[in-house]
């Protein structure tokens, strides 16, 4: 009898090969898992910048959103496409971009029972976008393609290219702070189990070595680094608290640790003057 066996963790080099492989792969797999368990949450057409529960139509981060109509908007990593749904409610014309086809298939799921015709679903990788330079007017990502790949300055630098002059992106990824504290949302996670400034990243694999699941660890600094080389200027980085309604645990974030230190950092940058595309 075959019994399935838990992939071991690890801390360990993974190329951009390697982690393009298994988010593919971990997402097609646990697709149905992660809507069944965070969906309600999410909501069908709600724009959540994290688990805190930040909400882009009181946030504003991609800017008012009576100004979002007939704007053309690139989500990218988006899941089902919750967030593009409320993008499209607003009136703007939203292209939802994921590398799982699975989470794209629950996409298809909800946008019929919404009757969403406005929504665009497109199966890509983020480091390599199927899109004409200047496309958008805007780009967003909610925890979306950025934690999981081995050079995040190359999807930055797609994201920039098919951005138009004066584009915005605004991006959310766990707080690079998080790293030092184990994963955990109750008081066994409050205290410090590893270096903040250890970058190796975190992968899941199988009985083989190979990777099932990778998660790429930046600094702040890091961060920061990263989008300017991009071409982009850093206009804000948003801390979301986490608010007292808010009593669910996910993953490591919980009301314990959100009350004491920041789970989600969020990056709003836009298009530098004479930025170079390339390089």
């Not at 090969?17 to 949450?41: C, I, K, L, P, V």
């Not at 988006?78 to 749904?85: E, F, I, N, T």
Request: net charge negative; glycine share 10%; with cysteine.
């Amino acid at each position: 009898m075959n019994q399935e066996h838990e992939p071991e963790a690890t801390r360990r080099d993974a190329s951009d090969t390697e982690s393009s492989r298994a988010s593919r792969g971990w997402w097609d797999s646990n697709a149905d898992e992660y809507q069944s368990e965070h969906g309600a949450f999410l909501g069908d057409d709600r724009f959540i910048w994290g688990p805190e529960g930040l909400d882009e139509a009181e946030a504003a981060l991609l800017g008012p959103a009576a100004e979002l109509k007939g704007r053309r908007i690139l989500e990218i990593g988006a899941g089902a496409a919750q967030c593009s749904r409320w993008l499209a409610a607003q009136g703007a014309l939203p292209v939802a971009l994921d590398l799982s086809h699975r989470q794209l298939q629950h996409a298809l799921r909800i946008a019929e029972g919404a009757a969403d015709e406005t929504t665009e679903l497109v199966e890509a990788d983020a480091g390599a976008l199927p899109f004409r330079d200047g496309s958008f007017d805007l780009a967003c990502s909610a925890y979306g393609a950025l934690p999981f790949v081995a050079d995040p300055v190359r999807v930055l630098r797609e994201v920039r290219r098919v951005l138009r002059p004066g584009g915005r992106f605004v991006f959310s990824v766990s707080h690079p702070i998080r790293w030092a504290f184990p994963d955990e949302p109750g008081p066994e996670g409050l205290s410090v189990g590893a270096s903040y400034f250890d970058r190796t990243p975190y992968v899941e694999q199988d009985e083989s070595g190979r990777a099932v699941y990778v998660e790429h660890h930046r600094t702040l600094g890091d961060r920061v680094r990263d989008v300017v080389a991009a071409g982009f200027r850093l206009e804000d980085l948003v801390e979301p608290e986490w608010p007292e309604w808010n009593t669910q645990e996910w993953g490591g974030w919980s009301p314990l640790r959100g009350h004491l230190i920041p789970g989600t950092a969020i990056f709003v940058c836009t298009v530098a003057a004479e930025a170079p595309v390339h390089g």
